[in-house]
């Protein structure tokens, strides 16, 4: 099963920007989807972004869309979410996620139930 290592967060003013990193330890080969989700206090999980490994396809939840972008680097193994116009409500723990070897792009991939791996969480704090 894929290691997930997330870097990046932080606390930023409302309006600026930030970059999540996730790493997969053995390869995004090994993935064919991989995500970005979020947990604010006291709420669901709810999935951000996600994206194919194969063809690229993405997908994102429409309280990010225009403002957030999921990308990757298959020969740096990373998965990348870019952050702009950061709101106060995007305030939330984030995490990673990857799905099962073998499995195909989900009918739903920005619910939490396609995804067998999970990163470690990095905060996210917009401020006001």
């Known amino acids: 099963q894929v290691h997930l290592v997330q870097s990046g967060g932080g606390s930023v003013q409302a309006g600026g920007s930030l970059t999540l990193s996730c790493v997969a330890s053995?390869?995004?080969?090994?993935?064919?989807?991989m995500g970005w989700f979020r947990q604010a206090p006291g709420k669901e999980r709810e999935g951000v972004a996600a994206?194919?490994?194969?063809?690229?396809?993405?997908s994102y939840a429409d309280s990010v869309k225009g403002r957030f972008t999921i990308s990757q680097d298959s020969a740096k193994n990373t998965v990348y979410l870019r952050m702009n116009s950061l709101k106060p409500e995007d305030t939330a723990m984030y995490s990673c996620?990857?799905?099962?070897?073998?499995?195909?792009?989900?009918?739903?991939?920005?619910?939490?139930?396609?995804?067998?791996?999970w990163g470690q969480g990095t905060q996210v704090t917009v401020s006001s």
């Open positions: 996620a990857a799905g099962p070897m073998g499995w195909s792009w989900p009918l739903m991939p920005l619910g939490t139930a396609p995804y067998s791996a």
């Open positions: 053995q390869g995004t080969y090994n993935t064919n989807y």
């Open positions: 994206i194919s490994i194969r063809d690229r396809r993405t």
